[in-house]
């Protein structure tokens, strides 16, 4: 008796098993090539889309319920992996789009999906797929959303075949999903709408107000905003949107010819927070001409504020001599509290103009990291000592650097993955002068033939 053969399918789907490798548990510190091999596939599925839309849908279709299988397999599922499964959603409509399928099919088909994704892969997939719906399958979307938002009005729901009591996260949920839908289909009368139903948060007043811009119309736009910043101040935590709207507020008064206002709002927003962020948004709304005079008002005004802010802003603005007086007053303490994103490009400036300067920053870094038992960055606290012990020796400070000998004796002579290190470079043998890992090799390859002559 002949066995039956199992028949050929398309060759892509043999790509497809092997770039997934069935059995095989995929680590974290894997997912990133495990994903390369997946995205090669699903480029090579993608150039379908134009020529063979039928064939392309389907390879997406095999590809996703793959890797729905392949999930528990994986250390990590979200991440990158998670992107990608994102991305062939996408694919998915492209090819539908493309084989001409019937819109209201694919969007049921696609909601189907999003109710039976249980590891979040579907969240927000709204967000992604308002990118590539053309017009009508995207109004498809929204016709088949809106009836589930109106259905979640009901006491219950039915679900599994068990009545749930859940309308408020359900209306919540597709109400979210509406206003995604209906920023691209740039629907700002159902927008306006659905916030009635809902409730009108800062953020919608943003959403609007940007809608009304692309439609030219800054002044309805302009209303929209302080709109929002009424809505923003009832809550008592306030927004993310807060910021978004006063941005957004500046590039209107300047859109319609009130420039002096936009000016006033930027200094305002300024003042309240100075960093390197609002000095550049400050300074886009300064005529030409007067931009020494409020450069000047801008650092002055800054001057007390956060620390860190400060240095970052005064670096960025060359304000050098101001940047050397802001660290020389500063308390070690208070240095040593910041990161190293803001005390290195300070100390790296200063090593020359001002050793002493530079070596207190250096100092500050290494010993944030050893008073903190940071013990995985114990190399770059020595690298930091290293030069903070450099920059004292320049700047006539040997004392300075004995006193943090001492201090550092005292403090942490218990740290044993530190301290050899530590007295190594007291000695001399700092860091920088111990052999790398390519010398420490070739060294040993060179005796190793010197050995076999």
Request: aromatic letters at 8%; glycine letters at 6%; one cysteine or more.
């Amino acid at each position: 008796m002949t066995r039956k053969r199992r028949p050929q399918g398309d060759p892509i789907e043999h790509e497809i098993e092997l770039a997934l490798n069935p059995g095989a548990f995929i680590p974290y510190g894997a997912s990133f090539s495990f994903v390369s091999e997946l995205d090669g596939v699903a480029t090579k599925i993608a150039k379908l889309i134009s020529s063979d839309p039928a064939r392309a849908t389907a390879l997406h279709e095999t590809f996703l319920a793959a890797c729905y299988l392949k999930i528990e397999e994986l250390d990590d599922s979200s991440g990158s992996f998670g992107q990608f499964v994102d991305e062939l959603y996408c694919g998915w409509i492209k090819a539908r789009q493309a084989n001409k399928a019937d819109p209201n099919e694919t969007a049921r088909q696609l909601l189907t999906w999003i109710d039976q994704d249980d590891y979040g892969f579907c969240y927000r997939l709204e967000m992604d797929a308002v990118k590539v719906f053309n017009k009508a399958n995207l109004a498809a979307f929204v016709s088949l959303v809106r009836e589930r938002f109106d259905a979640a009005a009901k006491k219950s729901i039915k679900e599994d075949g068990k009545l749930r009591e859940r309308p408020d996260y359900l209306r919540r949920r597709w109400g979210e999903v509406l206003r995604t839908l209906y920023a691209a289909q740039k629907n700002v009368a159902d927008y306006v709408a659905l916030t009635e139903e809902t409730g009108l948060a800062a953020k919608d007043c943003h959403a609007i107000a940007t809608l009304l811009v692309s439609k030219r119309k800054p002044e309805d736009a302009l209303t929209w905003v302080e709109r929002g910043f009424e809505v923003d101040k009832q809550d008592p935590h306030g927004s993310m949107s807060s910021h978004d709207l006063a941005k957004l507020k500046r590039d209107l008064l300047t859109k319609l010819g009130r420039g002096d206002e936009a000016l006033d709002a930027a200094w305002a927003d300024y003042r309240k927070h100075p960093s390197t962020y609002t000095y550049d948004d400050l300074m886009k709304y300064v005529p030409k001409g007067q931009r020494k005079q409020w450069h000047k008002k801008a650092i002055e005004a800054a001057m007390g504020g956060d620390l860190r802010s400060i240095m970052d802003l005064l670096l960025k603005t060359k304000e050098l001599d101001r940047l050397a007086e802001l660290v020389r007053q500063a308390k070690d303490d208070d240095l040593e509290d910041l990161s190293h994103y803001a005390t290195e490009p300070v100390a790296k400036k200063f090593e020359k103009p001002h050793p002493d300067l530079a070596a207190r920053l250096w100092r500050a870094q290494g010993l944030r990291i050893v008073n903190a038992k940071k013990s995985k960055y114990y190399d770059a606290a020595l690298s930091n000592l290293e030069s903070a012990k450099r920059c004292f020796e320049r700047a006539g400070q040997q004392d300075e650097w004995s006193k943090t000998v001492r201090q550092i004796r005292a403090d942490h002579h218990r740290k044993s993955s530190f301290m050899p290190g530590f007295e190594r470079l007291v000695d001399g043998m700092g860091p920088s002068d111990e052999p790398s890992f390519l010398e420490l090799a070739k060294a040993r390859w060179s005796a190793k033939e010197r050995r076999t002559r």
